[in-house]
């Protein structure tokens, strides 16, 4: 068996500003016994303008909670207005970086170099990219699922080293489950992420593969982790929705209870 610690996001989107940011950590933590942090490596994704708050809260009260950050961009400085880089989010203590999230590719026109080069970049700077693959209801209908993961897969890694694959999360969110209370089974979940691992595998070697943690995302809730958990490649969640609520995203965390 392998020792990949499970991992545990939430991405909270465009939701709350810094003041709501804090109550909402400290909630969390308080809702959290201290045993969590054995099991689970537990990761809480606000706003790019709450992070300086969530880092401050965080350090302040020695909290074992860590923090991710929804996006970045790939040059470290620059002419570019309205971006944020990776050596200012590594300032802030960001440790996981969620990159090629749907959302992004949807309605920024995100595509597999650009995310290739974000990943990249978070790698420089000593964080961990939380790697979001997925394929949209038409795709899956269309009975190309699996092609479209393995595509995206394949073009956000290139180039990667096997230490640099293995050190990745990748996490695979059906498009059509994202926000819709409709989650894969936890059977399909499980087996989109075998042939994700595989791939890895393919592509890295199996050192790589064994070590590389794939999460599942899309409608996830205190009623499905742990299933989904129950899965030999499933070794986390990004969670959305069921993120925001303190009590409800400890329930996810702590979904062995
Ligand atoms: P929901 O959990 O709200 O479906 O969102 C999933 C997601 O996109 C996490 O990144």
């Known amino acids: ?11 909270w989107k465009m939701h709350s500003n ?7 950590i400290q909630k969390l933590h308080y809702r959290l016994e201290p045993d969590t942090y ?19 809260v965080i350090e302040t009260d020695r909290m074992q909670i860590g923090l991710g950050a929804q996006d ?3 040059e470290d400085e620059g002419a570019y207005t309205g971006e944020v880089s990776a050596p200012m989010l590594a ?6 970086v969620i990159v ?12 597999d170099e650009m995310v290739q080069k974000k990943i990249r970049a978070v790698l420089r700077h000593e964080m961990t990219p939380i790697v979001c693959v997925g394929e949209t209801l038409d795709q899956r209908e269309e009975g190309r699922a699996t092609d479209v993961v393995v595509t995206q897969l394949r073009g956000a890694l290139s180039g990667l080293d096997a230490e640099q694959v293995g050190g990745l999360a990748i996490a695979y969110e059906p498009v059509w489950a994202i926000g819709t209370g409709r989650n894969a089974t936890p059977d399909d979940a499980g087996e989109m992420c075998e042939v994700i691992r595989n791939e890895i595998s393919e592509l890295a070697g199996s050192d790589a593969a064994e070590s590389v943690r794939i999460l599942y995302g899309g409608s996830v809730n205190p009623g499905n982790i742990k299933a ?16 925001l609520d303190p009590d409800t995203f400890a329930a996810v965390v702590r979904y062995w209870i």
């Open 228 to 243: 989904m958990m129950a899965k030999r490649h499933i070794d986390g969640a990004l969670v959305g929705g069921a993120s």
């Open 100 to 111: 090629g999230h749907s959302e992004r590719r949807q309605h920024f026109g995100e595509t």
């Open 72 to 74: 970045v961009f790939w």
């Open 38 to 56: 054995e099991r689970v490596e537990v990761v809480v994704a606000p706003p790019f303008t709450s992070l300086r708050s969530a880092q401050t």
């Open 18 to 24: 810094h003041l709501e940011a804090i109550q909402m």
């Open 1 to 11: 068996m392998t020792d990949r610690r499970d991992l545990i996001c939430g991405n």
């Open 91 to 96: 300032k802030l203590s960001v440790k996981y």
